[in-house]
């Protein structure tokens, strides 16, 4: 049985109401999670295996540790809309971002 959910983040509502109301018509939304140690802007040091930004690319940890970027697929698409795609340092920071720009195609079929 499902429980009730109450948003207690009226912001991210609103943007959820678009996103579901795009998945419901076929669309697919993604937020993946990138490792920055995995492309190199983040090492494990190796005495304490505690992570540095590296020193040649991200020497003062610009980039976080963990970045955010997002993917719309339309309806039966293979690829995702290039406007679409950025990147970002939260999750919250993506869906602030991209609600806006997904309202349009939200209110196309209403």
């Known amino acids: 049985m499902m429980e009730l959910f109450n948003w207690g983040n009226q912001s991210l509502e609103v943007w959820f109401k678009i996103f579901q109301k795009l998945v419901k018509q076929g669309w697919k939304i993604k937020l ?3 490792d920055q140690i995995d492309n190199g802007y983040w090492w494990n ?3 304490t ?3 540095i930004p590296s020193q040649e690319i ?3 940890g610009d980039i976080p540790l963990v970045t955010w970027s997002t993917y719309v697929y339309p309806p039966k698409a293979e690829d995702w809309i290039e406007e679409l ?3 970002f340092n939260s999750p919250m920071q993506a869906y602030e971002w991209l609600a806006p720009r ?3 195609y939200a209110n196309e079929d209403s």
């Open 45 to 47: 040091e190796k005495v």
């Open 85 to 87: 795609n950025a990147s």
């Open 58 to 60: 991200n020497r003062f």
């Open 49 to 51: 295996g505690l992570p």
């Open 102 to 104: 997904l309202e349009k």
């Open 32 to 34: 993946e999670q990138i």
